[in-house]
């Protein structure tokens, strides 16, 4: 069987490497640059420059041939557009669904064609065959559980995929850096945006859609209580960086036209805190809708996950009622179902 496998620097995706050379696959490593350098030169360093070396040391050590495939077209065109469009109309997007699902298992399966069975990650996530179909289905390490982020994925593609770390807790993953003698073993987990580890996201919103001076207002006053760079940086119910005394604040609500955002002592308000939502854009791994309206759902990644009954309503939208209230639920951000350990699909929260 040859196998694909894509390969960042990191330490997950190089040990989901050498452990599909133990098992005596045929193995091929992409690395997949998706930024121009001079989109990204107001950090003074082009941060896949640096994943990329560790990406050839780790290559080099196990034997195995790695290409580069440019894809800075392809990631714009799929994925950026759309999380600066959603940011700019007040929501909050999630561009690493986007990545998965339109860019490595997306244009990704598009470049290689039919020259390779499948497509190996270093995601924590494992696959299984089920009445004909291949499922999807959480990681023993609920808190690094990455099935929230493949859950835009298509049966096709989640057939293609192959997760050689997903059996396996973070620390156990570690240990196995250690027992490969990976270049990059010691190497610190990324924290940013989707291929771009070393960019915070409000780097990422300042670059495209800079600073707009607006309003900081209390919620149940409606006093003003300071300014803010942009309704963009902020989401419901968020408590950091809002640069004001005698907090906690947190954001209660944001009105994009005119630059406002609203914050409130208060954790819980009718606008930050909800059981309830619709969600709509719905993408079902198994090209066909669950059987029964009570699931497991998601609201973010995380081991956090709540009972939830469904309903369709109209265009084919669903009416979601969690079993508890919910602080930071906000327009954009994905729901993502689960029947027990088998991930669904989910949609974008309207």
């Given at each position: 069987?040859?196998?694909?496998?894509?390969?960042?620097?990191?330490?997950?995706?190089?040990?989901?490497?050498?452990?599909?050379?133990?098992?005596?696959?045929?193995?091929?490593?992409?690395?997949?640059k998706?930024?121009?350098?001079?989109?990204?030169?107001?950090?003074?360093?082009?941060?896949?420059?640096?994943?990329?070396?560790?990406?050839?040391?780790?290559?080099?050590?196990?034997?195995?041939?790695?290409?580069?495939?440019?894809?800075?077209?392809?990631?714009?065109?799929?994925?950026?557009?759309?999380?600066?469009?959603?940011?700019?109309?007040?929501?909050?997007?999630?561009?690493?669904?986007?990545?998965?699902?339109?860019?490595?298992?997306?244009?990704?399966?598009?470049?290689i064609?039919?020259n390779?069975?499948?497509?190996?990650?270093?995601?924590?996530a494992?696959?299984?065959?089920?009445?004909?179909?291949t499922?999807?289905?959480?990681?023993?390490?609920?808190?690094?559980?990455?099935?929230?982020?493949?859950?835009?994925?298509?049966?096709?593609?989640?057939?293609?995929?192959?997760?050689?770390?997903?059996?396996?807790?973070?620390?156990?993953?570690?240990?196995?850096?250690?027992?490969?003698?990976?270049?990059?073993?010691?190497?610190?987990?990324?924290?940013?945006?989707?291929f771009?580890?070393?960019?915070?996201?409000?780097?990422?919103?300042?670059?495209?859609l800079?600073?707009?001076?607006?309003?900081?207002?209390?919620?149940?006053?409606?006093?003003?209580?300071?300014?803010?760079?942009?309704?963009?940086?902020?989401?419901?119910?968020?408590?950091?960086?809002?640069?004001?005394?005698?907090?906690?604040?947190?954001?209660?609500?944001?009105?994009?036209?005119?630059?406002?955002?609203?914050?409130?002592?208060?954790?819980?308000?009718?606008?930050?805190?909800?059981?309830?939502?619709?969600?709509?854009?719905?993408?079902?791994i198994?090209?066909?809708?669950?059987?029964?309206?009570?699931?497991?759902v998601?609201?973010?990644?995380?081991?956090?996950?709540?009972?939830?009954?469904?309903?369709?309503?109209?265009?084919?939208?669903?009416?979601?009622?969690?079993?508890d209230?919910?602080?930071?639920?906000?327009?954009?951000?994905?729901?993502?179902?689960?029947?027990?350990?088998i991930c669904?699909?989910g949609?974008?929260?309207?």
């Amino acid at each position: 069987m040859k196998i694909a496998a894509l390969v960042s620097g990191g330490v997950d995706s190089s040990v989901a490497l050498r452990l599909l050379k133990d098992q005596g696959f045929d193995v091929t490593a992409f690395y997949l640059k998706i930024w121009l350098a001079d989109e990204l030169s107001f950090l003074g360093e082009c941060p896949w420059e640096d994943d990329l070396s560790h990406a050839r040391a780790v290559c080099q050590q196990a034997e195995v041939a790695l290409e580069v495939v440019p894809f800075q077209r392809e990631y714009w065109e799929r994925v950026v557009g759309y999380t600066i469009e959603e940011a700019k109309a007040g929501r909050t997007p999630n561009p690493d669904m986007l990545c998965n699902a339109r860019i490595k298992f997306g244009a990704f399966y598009d470049y290689i064609g039919k020259n390779f069975n499948k497509v190996a990650t270093g995601h924590y996530a494992l696959t299984e065959e089920c009445n004909g179909l291949t499922c999807l289905k959480t990681s023993p390490d609920l808190i690094k559980d990455q099935t929230y982020f493949l859950s835009q994925l298509s049966q096709e593609q989640v057939s293609k995929a192959v997760f050689p770390i997903g059996q396996f807790k973070k620390e156990e993953v570690r240990k196995l850096a250690q027992k490969y003698n990976l270049p990059n073993a010691g190497r610190k987990d990324s924290q940013g945006i989707c291929f771009l580890g070393k960019i915070p996201f409000d780097q990422f919103l300042e670059y495209h859609l800079g600073i707009k001076s607006g309003k900081l207002i209390d919620y149940e006053t409606g006093k003003v209580l300071g300014e803010h760079n942009g309704f963009w940086y902020f989401t419901v119910g968020q408590r950091r960086g809002l640069g004001l005394s005698g907090g906690p604040w947190y954001v209660a609500a944001k009105n994009p036209e005119a630059n406002e955002v609203f914050i409130s002592h208060l954790e819980h308000t009718e606008l930050s805190t909800r059981k309830s939502f619709e969600v709509g854009n719905l993408n079902w791994i198994s090209g066909k809708s669950p059987a029964t309206n009570t699931l497991r759902v998601k609201v973010r990644h995380g081991a956090g996950i709540y009972e939830a009954e469904i309903q369709v309503i109209k265009d084919g939208r669903l009416s979601v009622a969690l079993n508890d209230h919910d602080r930071g639920i906000a327009s954009g951000q994905f729901a993502v179902f689960y029947d027990d350990n088998i991930c669904l699909g989910g949609g974008v929260i309207l």
